[in-house]
């Protein structure tokens, strides 16, 4: 490739940067080819630059299965529902754009001189779609084991804290809220256990309203537990609302 003006940075470096190596370098080097920079590059030379554009489409759907295998296993009380709304808050632009800057991963995108010039590194929608093309590359040069372990390690710390999906509900304050409007008290929340070795350790955690056991939930942390809980008891009390 052609040293050009919206160059960017070396593929090799980059592998350094995931903390991956890559057995065929130029799976990478693909996945960081952005549109422009394919179709400038023929028309200006009339030869078939490839693009990342179909690692893209391949990247989405192995970032979905895994995401959601990972959010399976760190909120086993969660609903349907509110695993969805989790995996959207986390594998939506935004989300991908703020995990590709984390990585310094619009340095290396090759860019046509338009979207070099008008900014195109910091562009969200660009930051996104080379996250998903480069999770394609690590499936295809190491297959899906390699590709969910690489996966987990940018997200098991983003999934395993509330705040980082922005659709994760926060259940305690909902509830307290409706506690504390119904009984003039606050909802008290006890460990029962905790179970697993020190690294991956699971708490479960009973939720009492005026004394009462009202609901009990596990999770990966105590507030994790805690959240759960308190969603329960959120349901619980929506059923009673309705009879």
């Known amino acids: 490739m052609k040293e050009k003006e919206s160059a ?7 592998a350094n940067t995931l903390g991956y190596a890559f057995q065929n370098l130029g799976l990478l080097e693909l996945a960081c080819i952005h549109k422009s920079f394919g179709n400038e590059q023929r028309a200006a030379e009339s030869v ?19 995401v959601s295998k990972i959010l399976l296993e760190t909120y086993p009380e969660s609903s349907e529902g509110d695993l969805s709304k989790m995996r959207a808050g986390l594998v939506n632009e935004k989300s991908l754009a703020k995990v590709a800057k984390s990585l310094n991963l619009g340095d290396y995108v090759w860019l046509g001189k338009g979207e070099s010039q008008t900014g195109g590194r910091e562009k969200d929608s660009i930051l996104a779609s080379t996250f998903e093309a480069v999770v394609a590359a690590v499936f295809l040069d190491g297959g899906f084991e390699t590709a969910e372990a690489w996966v987990r390690g940018q997200f098991l710390e983003r999934i395993k804290s509330p705040r980082e999906s922005e659709a994760h509900h926060d259940y305690k304050t909902k509830l307290q809220e409706l ?14 256990q905790s179970t697993g070795p020190d690294h991956d350790r699971t708490f479960e955690v009973q939720l009492l309203v005026n004394g009462l056991v009202v609901s009990a939930a596990k999770g990966k942390s105590k507030k994790d537990a805690e959240q759960q809980a308190a969603r329960l008891a959120l349901e619980k009390y929506e059923q009673l609302a309705e009879k």
């Open 48 to 66: 078939q630059t490839r693009d990342n554009e179909r690692f893209e489409f391949l990247g989405d759907a192995i970032l979905d299965l895994i």
């Open 8 to 14: 960017a940075k070396p593929s090799a470096e980059l």
């Open 179 to 192: 506690v504390q409007a119904r009984h003039k008290s606050a909802p008290k929340y006890e460990v029962v």
